[in-house]
């Protein structure tokens, strides 16, 4: 049935893909499978690049690299056979330019189409081969010396593959949906001043443009993500999920909270015990959090700092708001050894102040387990530290007042969720605090957390000696262990670091157990002792309990320690295969030594050749000890999914917007968030529905 497009009251893009032809129950299907079920899903189905065969490069310009078209006759053809099947075909044109095509797969009737004297076009990338430059498996077509073919008016698009569907019938079906395009009345939700202002073309025009890049498109500007079509398209996806997680803050903002604001009689008690000085910074942090947790709505506060900057303490403080209120405080941390630091330094505050700390992890089970569940059930226990043991169905709370969650995006969103409903109740839910030792960006932060208030610790305790970092190649392994072994004889302690516990043929890395029998053996006047993430919990915690007391002089360990317990005593740590690590982990990893007042080194080990990432990462490291300067780099060279822990944000599913590329538009975005919600909320909607579509943002976990 033809669309009437002078019928505002059909909406165009909630279209199903089966009204265009060719989409029967088949086709819809595998659309289906790409997440493509609507007309707007195509208009949306960007092209990841661009093939321009709007003109013929004569074959003696060709440059290894760039994508050309050519033209020209068939002079030679081979078929071989010495290692698998290969098929070259010589092609020259009038500049005397030779160009072989190669193909390793081919059938009988293809080769017989390439007759000495064909006619031929074809699209690839040269590159350097054994007789000049070669196209291996270009796209081509045979033409007839009568033929008239016609050059391309606009660039062709290269889209996301469809299982099932070949890129020709994508391109057809993306056409036919781009006929039903609507005008821009109908399709425009952004202001047009706005447009205006920032020099951006229309929804309708970007659209057609990344489809339909005419021949004088700026392709420099398409490849890296700054053409107007591209930028008019992330702003109002930035928008789009902006609004999302402003939706869903503004939905917990309708909970009321227990307002949590007495003298602080523990507060002054406990830093008065404390036997170090807050810093700067935790002071301006506690008072914000202090403030929130005054009010009758829920505070959802997330505190930043890198490995060592105090975030523990600040949580403690706020925990004794809720104390003296009367309410219960609940941490959660993602593993057993995390947990297990936090519930002995809490133990160390808080007890003396008469508060009742509890545990409840994994381990502890059976008649432990049942009293501590009574415990918290009553109220008796007012401070519960865990894992995610505290989020099973079995935890019940008396009165809970405070939720915090150590490395939150290390725990699934409906855990975190899980967490906050403990106290729910009375159409209340508790304050919740999220701390994490990755610095997050700023650019990150306004993107990714816009339904959070954000804080920085940024700001070391004083005593603190920055670590120096260098990078060795392991080929230099000897003089490492010398420089151990006189570490070792002179009282201090060291980490080796290793990425893989057992051997592995598929990757050049030392194992721990390797490693650790290495070392022993090369060492026989140190303690040398071995965790890893296989380890039984209790003997893991037993190791790291010795090591931490001084009974152990080298600890070799997987990347389990990367949070982990605070040795002061700890200077010296050698990373190994450090290439193989991100930047956000090698800087948690640095930040267990370097606890002390003693000089301290971090030894990045390589296995050359490095990539180019790879030395980026290692000279990154070497320059700086600022996690907010490594982080921004990190999101640089590795995007946002990884830093954040993809699955919970939805950020990978990003289809234009690149957070460290566009963040300049995150102001422009962030006010056009205000004015929508305030002067037209259907509007808002309408952004949220076409690029965040039903998907469940959880963001308020």
Not at 498 to 522: G, M, N, P
């Amino acid at each position: 049935m033809p669309v009437r497009r002078d019928t505002p009251s059909i909406d165009l893009s909630a279209e199903p893909l089966s009204r265009l032809p060719g989409v029967g129950p088949r086709v819809a299907e595998k659309l289906a499978v790409r997440g493509l079920l609507t007309m707007q899903d195509l208009w949306l189905h960007l092209p990841l690049r661009y093939e321009d065969r709007t003109a013929i490069t004569p074959i003696r310009l060709l440059q290894p690299g760039v994508p050309v078209q050519i033209e020209g006759r068939v002079e030679a053809v081979e078929r071989g056979f010495r290692y698998r099947p290969v098929l070259r075909v010589a092609v020259g044109d009038e500049s005397r330019g030779t160009l072989v095509l190669r193909f390793f797969h081919f059938r009988a009737a293809q080769v017989a189409q390439f007759a000495v004297g064909a006619r031929i076009r074809c699209y690839g990338t040269p590159k350097p081969g054994q007789h000049g430059l070669e196209i291996v498996h270009p796209s081509y077509r045979v033409l007839g010396d009568g033929d008239d073919a016609a050059l391309g008016e606009a660039l062709d698009p290269v889209y996301p593959a469809v299982e099932g569907l070949g890129p020709a019938s994508i391109r057809k079906l993306i056409g036919e949906a781009l006929e039903r395009l609507p005008d821009n009345d109908s399709l425009e939700l952004l202001p047009a001043t706005l447009l205006e202002g920032l020099g951006l073309p229309s929804l309708r025009n970007a659209l057609l443009t990344m489809h339909r890049p005419p021949r004088d498109a700026d392709v420099a500007a398409l490849a890296l993500g700054t053409h107007p079509a591209q930028r008019r398209l992330a702003i109002e996806e930035l928008l789009a999920h902006h609004l999302s997680l402003r939706r869903q803050r503004l939905a917990l903002q309708q909970h009321g909270a227990p307002v949590l604001k007495g003298k602080g009689a523990l507060v002054k008690a406990l830093v008065k015990a404390l036997p170090f000085t807050l810093t700067g910074a935790q002071q301006r942090v506690f008072k914000q959090i202090r403030e929130d947790i005054a009010k009758p709505s829920p505070m959802l506060r997330l505190v930043q700092g890198d490995v060592g900057s105090g975030k523990t303490v600040v949580a403690a403080l706020a925990g004794m708001l809720a104390v003296e209120a009367g309410k219960q405080v609940a941490l959660a941390a993602p593993t057993e050894l995390l947990a297990e630091q936090h519930l002995a330094n809490l133990r160390a505050w808080l007890e003396p102040l008469g508060v009742r700390v509890a545990w409840l992890a994994g381990k502890v089970t059976g008649k432990a387990r049942a009293t501590v569940l009574a415990q918290v059930a009553s109220g008796e226990a007012q401070v519960v530290v865990g894992t995610h043991a505290l989020m099973q169905e079995a935890v019940t709370f008396h009165d809970l007042g405070l939720a915090i969650v150590d490395e939150q995006h290390r725990f699934g969103v409906h855990q975190r969720l899980a967490l906050r409903d403990k106290g729910a109740g009375r159409n209340r839910v508790p304050h919740q605090l999220v701390m994490t030792a990755t610095p997050i960006p700023r650019t990150l932060a306004m993107a990714a957390y816009a339904d959070l208030d954000v804080s920085a610790i940024d700001e070391l305790p004083p005593g603190r000696t920055p670590v120096q970092t260098v990078a060795l190649s392991a080929e230099r392994r000897p003089e490492l262990v010398e420089r151990i072994r006189t570490a070792c004889a002179e009282g201090r302690q060291a980490y080796w670091v290793c990425t893989l516990i057992d051997d592995s043929d598929e990757v050049v890395a030392q194992a721990a157990q390797t490693t650790f029998e290495a070392l022993s053996a090369s060492l026989p006047d140190a303690r040398v002792a071995l965790v890893h993430g296989r380890m039984k919990a209790a003997d893991k915690q037993a190791t790291m309990r010795r090591f931490k007391e001084g009974e152990v002089d080298l600890l070799v360990a997987t990347t389990v320690i990367e949070v982990g317990v605070d040795v002061p005593n700890a200077s010296l740590m050698i990373i190994e295969n450090a290439e193989r690590l991100g930047l956000a982990q090698l800087h948690q990893l640095r930040g267990r030594v370097g606890r002390g007042a003693t000089a301290s080194t971090c030894v990045l080990m390589y296995q050359p050749p490095l990539s180019m990432m790879a030395k980026h990462r290692l000279a990154t490291m070497r320059q700086t000890n600022d996690g907010f300067v490594i982080a921004e780099k990190d999101l640089e060279l590795r995007g946002p999914g990884e830093l954040l822990g993809t699955r919970q944000t939805g950020l990978a599913a990003f289809r234009v917007a690149d957070l460290a590329r566009d963040a300049g538009l995150l102001p422009q975005v962030h006010a056009l968030a205000e004015r929508l919600l305030a002067d037209d909320p259907a509007a808002a909607d309408r952004v949220i529905h076409r690029w965040v579509g039903g998907a469940a943002r959880y963001a308020s976990a």
